[in-house]
């Protein structure tokens, strides 16, 4: 018997899997087993994946849906693993809970990185791991150092091609190879989600679409700067002529944001909606057909651009660019793709035209020397493609993407301004350095 067991946090995350399973994307199973899990702050008080809109249409692939957060109560997803002395209880008490017995276990999760998913697959110490990512961090390097233990079990990472031609970085120390979920079923999977919209108040048709995200969790912004932002959203568009507006606030963004935004929209003239209902963008996309997208460095922006062919918009991503800490953030590989793709929302020309961003040829440039940069001891091998790249096209407009600290650490090319550049190559200049470094030495004995 061969039972699969496919870790979900997001209604997302669930319709790629869906779509993946309808593509025949996984071996055939006698069992699947669909694990939800809640990674919110306080799962008690917040709507799991299972209670979300449209949830019953997906959970249709799946032969069983059980609760992790249930499984490990009272501890929390994001903070629990086992012990390693109880990884053979663990195994031994999942398999009699779950009714498994002695069937052969594939495991199939998200954000390998960290837990729930990584203290999830070091129970299961035998099975085999497939990978899958339903946004843009699958493009950056993995975040953290994974245990080969569970790392060399991990065969494929499927993926959607949200930035077609662009190849995942996340896994390739072990060799994983990207696999793509295809953007036909993946579609059609949100198609069926789209009754979910009857639940909707009445919106709008072809409104302008912002997108929030809620940045402060995550404190990179501060509540009050990203209030700014979605309020900078809302005279974006206007001044781009867009005076029908829907705001889709982040499930946990607080009610305040709601109210700053109405009282803007008032002076503009503007007939704003904030949509309070939870409820996938793709959704929204289906249903509002909007006539432009406006986000920060949101997966739905390239959603809405590569799936929906909506025109899109970004604001915001320059700031987060420089205060992303420290510099391996796992959100900077996100945030450089939309940034570098996406046009300003502050160019009316680039905007309106829908320029088309960097070439995907060059970004697979960029985007390897980043992930370089961000971990060089898990990629050392991309050394050379980032000093490639950072000795050809670094200029000023790409010096966003990088911090002089980091390439100094790293003896990358840039570290020493251009017109300095001769000083380590001078051989005076080392010799007094070497002069005052023991001088130094002395003086402190």
């Known amino acids: 018997m061969r039972t699969q067991i496919f870790l979900a946090s997001t209604l997302y995350g669930t319709a790629t899997l869906a779509a993946a399973l309808d593509s025949d994307s996984f071996r055939p199973a006698d069992r699947r087993i669909l694990l939800v899990c809640n990674n919110a702050a306080t799962p008690e008080t917040t709507a799991g994946l299972d209670e979300a809109p449209g949830f019953e249409r997906l959970r249709e692939r799946f032969d069983d849906v059980l609760s992790w957060n249930e499984t490990i109560s009272p501890f929390h997803p994001g903070g629990w693993a086992p012990r390693l002395d109880d990884v053979p209880l663990w195994e031994r008490h999942l398999r009699l809970l779950w009714n498994l017995g002695d069937d052969e276990v594939e495991l199939v999760v998200e954000s390998i990185q960290v837990n729930p998913a990584l203290g999830f697959c070091q129970i299961f110490t035998g099975a085999p791991v497939t990978v899958y990512a339903d946004g843009l961090m699958s493009y950056g ?67 302008a679409l912002l997108l929030g995200q809620y940045l402060s969790a995550l404190d990179i912004l501060t509540a009050e700067e990203e209030e700014d932002l979605h309020v900078r959203m809302l005279k974006g568009v206007v001044q781009l002529g867009h005076t029908r507006v829907v705001f889709k606030p982040h499930p946990s963004a607080p009610a305040r ?143 966003r993407y990088f911090k002089r600290k980091r390439l100094t650490s790293l003896a990358l090319p840039g570290a020493v301004p251009a017109q300095l550049a001769f000083i380590p190559r001078n051989a005076t200049v080392r010799r007094v350095a070497r002069r005052a470094r023991l001088l130094k030495r002395t003086v402190s004995r």
């Open 257 to 399: 944001w709601s109210r700053a935004l109405e009282q803007e929209a008032e002076k503009l003239g503007a007939d704003l909606t904030v949509l309070d209902t939870p409820v996938l963008a793709e959704v929204l996309y289906q249903r509002l057909r909007p006539v432009l997208v406006v986000g920060c460095f949101s997966t739905a922006l390239l959603t809405a651009s590569a799936l929906y062919g909506l025109p899109v918009a970004r604001i915001g991503t320059s700031t987060l660019l420089d205060r992303l800490t420290p510099y391996e953030n796992s959100n900077r590989v996100p945030v450089t793709i939309v940034d570098a793709l996406v046009s300003e929302l502050t160019n009316r020309a680039a905007v309106t035209d829908q320029r088309e961003g960097m070439d995907v040829a060059v970004l697979n440039e960029l985007v390897q020397a980043v992930g370089y940069a961000m971990q060089p001891k898990i990629y050392p091998n991309l050394r050379p493609a980032a000093e490639a790249y950072l000795t050809r096209r670094l200029d000023g407009h790409s010096w």
């Open 141 to 207: 390097p993995t975040r953290n150092k994974i245990d080969p233990l569970v790392g060399t079990r991990v065969d494929r990472l499927l993926h959607l091609d949200l930035v077609p031609g662009l190849t995942p970085l996340l896994l390739t120390e072990f060799g994983v190879g990207p696999e793509i979920v295809p953007t036909d079923a993946f579609v059609k999977v949100l198609a069926e989600l789209g009754d979910t919209a009857d639940e909707l108040p009445p919106l709008p048709d072809e409104p």
